[in-house]
């Protein structure tokens, strides 16, 4: 059995920027007398909880949920400001028509928390691909992205290794490659796309043209 497993942030939804600018605000509230931007590769790949470690070693771990809960609302606040930004990826939406119509089984996992996957499904009306409830999420109890998809994987009834995984970081890719995933394709710029070729069997900038025929046909080692 062949099933597709889909990161989101910065895979169906390029929203880096709209990151960085919730980070920065969040950096002008730590250092409100500072003059300094704040060093942007601070806030790419960990986790909040890490990001406010690095950030302010001085905060409580309640501090740290109470920044990272403030940083994820102006992120959501930040994608409403842009509504230039607010939209899926080139060719997201019917690139999962084909996957629904195709039959290939096809799966969600995102390092979101609750709040944001709930504002993703409301402002893409994501209901149409997906049921809400067989999204992984952050929810406080996987260790990795690696972890998640395993569960998510799990969850299709199948193995990481039966799955074609579309990732967009570097990190999260490299989990998936040491966790045994059939087969990557690296999707976007969140890094170099020879970097992203170093690591991911295939590279995309968008979903533009890319069919589940493709897929069948580029991945008949995982049937």
Same mark, same amino acid.
């Given at each position: 059995?062949?099933?597709?497993?889909?990161?989101?942030?910065?895979? +169906? !939804?390029?929203?880096?920027?709209? /990151?960085?600018?919730?980070?920065?605000?969040?950096?002008?509230?730590?250092?409100?007398?500072?003059?300094?931007?704040? #060093?942007?590769?601070?806030? @790419?790949?960990?986790?909040?909880?890490?990001?406010?470690?690095?950030?302010?070693?001085?905060?409580?771990?309640?501090?740290?949920?109470?920044?990272?809960?403030?940083?994820?609302?102006?992120?959501?606040?930040?994608?409403?400001?842009?509504?230039?930004? +607010?939209?899926?990826?080139?060719?997201?939406?019917? !690139?999962?028509?084909?996957?629904?119509?195709?039959?290939?089984?096809?799966?969600?996992?995102?390092?979101?928390?609750?709040?944001?996957?709930?504002? !993703? !499904?409301?402002?893409?009306?994501?209901?149409?691909?997906?049921?809400?409830?067989?999204?992984?999420? #952050?929810?406080?109890?996987?260790?990795?992205?690696?972890?998640? /998809?395993?569960?998510?994987?799990?969850?299709?009834?199948?193995?990481?290794?039966? @799955?074609?995984?579309?990732?967009?970081?570097?990190?999260?890719?490299?989990?998936?490659?040491?966790?045994?995933?059939?087969?990557?394709?690296?999707?976007? /710029?969140?890094?170099?796309?020879?970097? +992203?070729?170093?690591?991911?069997?295939?590279?995309?900038?968008?979903?533009?043209?890319?069919?589940?025929?493709?897929?069948?046909?580029?991945?008949?080692?995982?049937?």
């Amino acid at each position: 059995m062949f099933a597709v497993l889909l990161d989101f942030n910065g895979t +169906l !939804f390029f929203d880096s920027s709209l /990151h960085q600018e919730a980070w920065s605000r969040i950096y002008r509230e730590l250092y409100p007398q500072g003059t300094d931007s704040p #060093d942007e590769s601070l806030f @790419c790949g960990p986790r909040n909880d890490v990001i406010l470690q690095n950030l302010a070693p001085w905060l409580s771990a309640e501090e740290r949920e109470q920044y990272s809960e403030r940083k994820e609302s102006l992120y959501r606040q930040a994608c409403l400001n842009h509504p230039e930004k +607010l939209h899926l990826v080139p060719g997201t939406e019917a !690139f999962l028509d084909r996957l629904l119509q195709s039959g290939i089984p096809f799966a969600l996992a995102s390092a979101s928390i609750k709040p944001n996957i709930d504002f !993703f !499904f409301e402002v893409f009306s994501l209901g149409k691909w997906f049921r809400r409830e067989d999204v992984v999420y #952050d929810d406080g109890t996987y260790p990795d992205k690696g972890a998640m /998809h395993l569960e998510a994987a799990r969850r299709m009834g199948v193995t990481l290794a039966d @799955c074609l995984l579309v990732e967009d970081s570097p990190s999260s890719i490299a989990l998936a490659r040491q966790n045994g995933a059939g087969s990557i394709i690296a999707l976007g /710029h969140t890094a170099s796309p020879s970097r +992203l070729l170093e690591l991911a069997d295939h590279w995309i900038e968008d979903f533009t043209g890319f069919e589940p025929a493709w897929l069948l046909r580029n991945t008949s080692d995982l049937n």
